[in-house]
Every structure is written in structure tokens, then in C-alpha cells.
């Protein structure tokens, strides 16, 4: 089996910071997702990667950066983070696209004073 | 574009009743649909996955789902729940051969004794 790791676990972050959450897996997999996740909204699209190196806008990747230098890992920035932000992000990874079954991180808790 | 609806933000089911959780998709076509699990302060695990074939389909500890092409319908179905199974449960559906997967809002399951 594998794992995908997300650190860090809690982030707190000051108006206007930019943040950095990092997403590493070890199940060899092809594509890897940013999810954010709001309370009683369910899971919103952040950006995915099809293979190293590529990226892919999802429904709400304004505000965001990704990054995807290896195939184990794959990065996200808050440009600037908003007051009294709070949400969880989630990473995935599948082994190829959307058809397969997404195994999840545990995710890292956003806070924004 | 597609989308899931799951029209009920919180069930709450006696331990030992049986549990049926709502999910509509809108997709033009056959899609893949998916039933994840979320234990509190984890990330998503699979419940169970619906490719074209049997509408009937089998999951983990007991869950099964219905794929109904005419009522675009995949409900979450268990004859007798369990306390462990109160979590938050997502349905999900994505094209085939495509990238990204669109998660419904979740359903809260609380078990009463």
C-alpha cells in the first residue's frame, strides 16, 4: 500500500501572506489533486496534474498557484490569503484521471487571522 | 457539465436501522460514479465505485449502492448501521476518460444508540 502525506497539518497565516501547502505520495501515481473543502459545501476543484511538470486549472484555481516539479509531489500556494479564511485542503493522487478510484491525504487545515 | 446532488445535508439513523443515503448526478451519458467516506479529521476513502455493468453495486463493510440510469440516481444503501459509521459520506461522479471528478456537498450520518 501507500500514503499520501500533507504538511503541514495546521496552518496559520496572517491577511495578505503567502502560503505554501505541500502534497507528497508514494503510490507511483500518474495524476494528483488540490481540493478545498468548506464546511457543508463539499469538495471544490483547486488545480490537478495530469503528469510531472503539467497543470490544470480546476473551477477554482484564482487566488492559487500550483506547482508539480516531481511526480511524487505536488505543491499549492495561497498568493494571498483573506481575513477570517478558514477551510481544509485536501490532496489526492489517482493513478490515471478521474475514471479511478482518488486515495486522499489527511489534509491541512487552513486559518487566516 | 456535470454535477451530484445530495439532497440531504444530515441523516440521523438509529445503530441497527438500515440507512439509505440520496445522490442525483446530472450527466449527459453513462458516467462513473463513486461513494467516499470521511471519518472525522481524516481525508476521503472509498466506499465503492459504479463502472457500466451491474447497477447493483458492492462496497466495503457492508454498503451497497443502486445506479439508476432513468431516475440518474446512485443511492447509498446499509440493512443495519453501525455507531462506527457516523462520518460524513460524498458522492461523486467523473466522464470516462476525463480528469476531474465532481463531488456532491456530503451527507452528515449521526447514529443514535
Known amino acids: 500500500g501507500g500514503i499520501i502525506t500533507q504538511t503541514p497539518k495546521f496552518l496559520i497565516g496572517q491577511e495578505g501572506q503567502k502560503l505554501t501547502l505541500k502534497c507528497q505520495q508514494n503510490f507511483n501515481h500518474d495524476t494528483m489533486y488540490w481540493y478545498r473543502q468548506d464546511s457543508g459545501k463539499g469538495l471544490r476543484l483547486i488545480y490537478y496534474s495530469i503528469t510531472e511538470n503539467d497543470l490544470q486549472k480546476g473551477d477554482l484555481s484564482e487566488g492559487y498557484d500550483a506547482s508539480r516539479e516531481k511526480k511524487s509531489s505536488f505543491s499549492l500556494t495561497v498568493t494571498s490569503a483573506q481575513k477570517n479564511e478558514m477551510a481544509v485542503f485536501l490532496c489526492?493522487?489517482?493513478?490515471?484521471?478521474?475514471?479511478?478510484?482518488?486515495?486522499f491525504g489527511p489534509g491541512t487545515r487552513l486559518t487566516v487571522l | 457539465a456535470q454535477s451530484v446532488t445530495q439532497p440531504d445535508a444530515r441523516v440521523t439513523v438509529s445503530e441497527g436501522a438500515s440507512l439509505q443515503l440520496r445522490c442525483k448526478y446530472s450527466y449527459f451519458g453513462t458516467p462513473y460514479l463513486f461513494w467516499y467516506v470521511q471519518y472525522p479529521r481524516q481525508g476521503l476513502q472509498l466506499l465503492l465505485k459504479y463502472y457500466p455493468g451491474d447497477p447493483v453495486v458492492q462496497g466495503v463493510n457492508g454498503f451497497e449502492a443502486e445506479f439508476s440510469k432513468s431516475n440518474s440516481s446512485f443511492h447509498l444503501r446499509k440493512a443495519s448501521v453501525h455507531w462506527s459509521d457516523w462520518a460524513v459520506y460524498f458522492c461523486?461522479?467523473?466522464?470516462?476518460?476525463?480528469?476531474?471528478?465532481?463531488f456532491g456537498s456530503g451527507t452528515r450520518l449521526l447514529v443514535s444508540p
Open positions: 461523486a461522479v467523473s466522464m470516462p476518460g476525463g480528469y476531474k471528478v465532481v
Open positions: 489526492a493522487s489517482s493513478i490515471e484521471g478521474g475514471s479511478y478510484e482518488q486515495y
